[in-house]
């Protein structure tokens, strides 16, 4: 028996070795899939509103004499947000950073857009406008939480990648800290897509 002992140890070390880096390997995999989770539903609000500007600049076109230098803006800016595309399972924080740049500049361009319309009565009581205007706050808001739930699926995977000794192994198994979606200055404040059609006109009289 004595003489069995030795590869006894070893196979009991070489089993609690296998499950500890077992354990590592898969609890990051499934942690990972939580990030791609959220960050599908990131891209998917960040997608409804692109659909929704496009809509709206259909909706604006249909204005005379509308600013065409402010349209073109708005137009520009949203081809440069949809072509900034990110892999999940390799965000890096330049990345991240390209993306939310690419998304401010058409939020901003957005808010230009919508405070020129202030000029058009006509476009301001457009039903259409109206009912787009509605569905933009609604994914403003579903984008702030998105963005939130990213960030938030995103620490334990990085909790369990850098804890020592997990920070040892997981590179060894591929696995690298995340990068946090961090917002732009401003960008904590959804576009504001509320219109007063009533005090202009009320105070001018």
């Known amino acids: 028996m004595k003489k069995f002992l030795p590869w006894i140890i070893i196979g009991a070390l070489v089993l609690i070795g296998y499950s500890y880096f077992k354990g590592i390997n898969n609890t990051a995999v499934k942690l990972e ?7 599908g539903n990131v891209q998917t609000t960040y997608q409804r509103r692109n659909d929704l500007i496009g809509n709206l600049v259909k909706t604006v076109k249909g204005a005379a004499d509308f600013e065409k230098s402010t349209l073109e803006a708005v137009i520009s800016a949203r081809a440069k947000a949809t072509s900034v595309t990110i892999d999940p399972t390799n965000i890096t924080p330049e990345q991240l950073a390209a993306f ?3 998304q401010s500049g058409l939020s901003g361009a957005l808010s230009r857009l919508l405070l020129t319309v202030e000029r058009y009565p006509d476009l301001k009581a457009n039903q259409n406008f109206l009912k787009l205007q509605d569905e933009l706050a ?3 808001n579903q984008i702030l939480t998105a963005r939130t739930r990213f960030n938030e699926a995103v620490k334990p995977y990085n909790n ?15 696995f690298e800290e995340k990068a946090y979606f961090d917002a732009v200055e401003g960008a904590e404040k959804p576009v504001d897509v509320e219109f007063d059609f009533g005090t202009s006109s009320e105070a001018a009289e």
């Open 33 to 39: 899939q939580n990030i791609e989770e959220a960050w």
């Open 100 to 102: 939310n740049q690419a």
């Open 138 to 140: 609604s994914t403003e």
């Open 160 to 174: 369990h990648v850098k804890v020592f000794p997990n920070n040892i192994f997981a590179g060894w198994f591929g």
